[in-house]
T-cell receptor, first 113, second 116 residues
Framework: DQQVKQNSPSLSVQEGRISILNCDYT??????FLWYKKYPAEGPTFLIS?????DKNEDGRFTVFLNKSAKHLSLHIVPSQPGDSAVYFC????????????FGPGTSLSVIP | GAVVSQHPSWVICKSGTSVKIECRSL??????MFWYRQFPKQSLMLMAT?????????EQGVEKDKFLINHASLTLSTLTVTSAHPEDSSFYIC????????????FGPGTRLTVT
């Protein structure tokens, strides 16, 4: 059972426009959320994160929004650039006896010049 | 900063042999290291979590006798795939965290394992 879902496997956006990547989760025990970017044959790179006690975090062109009641978060990239083309993973941390991060299936973003 | 390396970047081995993959944190001390596996067009699957000097915690369904993890120091963790089979062929990625307070993980570049 997938606890972190990214229902759009792919997304195409024109350069300069906004990219919105969505993520839904099912477990109320998640206390921290992260977005990672991954190029083929490379490890993921951390982008931005948000604590469950916040509803927005911004870092340059990247903003993450968290709606706890809807168990939904989104990553906004403005303006989108061709170099942003990659797979984006939403991840959630669950505090158990150790911290466990669960990744979503990823969304492949293509930014068209 | 926060660079994680993996070696080798790719390896081909024969069925039945063992292969070791190293994961190093180059410019920080990793309190915790993680090993993931990624199948084509799929997400990262957490295999195990290891803290320096203690036994790894394996996720459900991961055979600890097959995937041996050693976290001998604060900068090195190794994953040994024992008696490899073709179905073990995959992309293995390690990550490390530099503090138990922050949740961000820094990932290595991954190792492509092909078992023939």
């Amino acid at each position: 059972d997938q606890q972190v879902k990214q229902n759009s496997p792919s997304l195409s956006v024109q350069e300069g426009r906004i990219s919105i990547l969505n993520c839904d989760y099912t477990n109320s025990m998640f206390d921290y959320f992260l977005w990672y970017k991954k190029y083929p044959a490379e490890g993921p790179t951390f982008l931005i994160s948000i604590s469950s006690i916040k509803d927005k975090n911004e870092d340059g062109r990247f903003t993450v929004f968290l709606n706890k009641s809807a168990k939904h978060l989104s990553l906004h990239i403005v303006p989108s650039q061709p170099g942003d083309s990659a797979v984006y993973f939403c991840a959630a941390n669950m505090k158990t006896s150790y911290d466990k991060v669960i990744f979503g299936p990823g969304t492949s973003l293509s930014v068209i010049p | 900063g926060a660079v994680v390396s993996q070696h080798p970047s790719w390896v081909i081995c024969k069925s039945g042999t063992s292969v070791k993959i190293e994961c190093r944190s180059l410019d920080f001390q990793a309190t915790t290291m993680f090993w993931y596996r990624q199948f084509p067009k799929q997400s990262l699957m957490l295999m195990a979590t290891s803290n320096e000097g203690s036994k790894a915690t394996y996720e459900q369904g991961v055979e600890k006798d097959k995937f041996l993890i050693n976290h001998a120091s604060l900068t090195l963790s190794t994953l040994t795939v024992t008696s490899a089979h073709p179905e073990d062929s995959s992309f293995y990625i390690c990550s490390a965290r530099d503090t138990p307070i922050r949740y961000e993980q820094y990932f290595g570049p991954g190792t492509r394992l092909t078992v023939t």
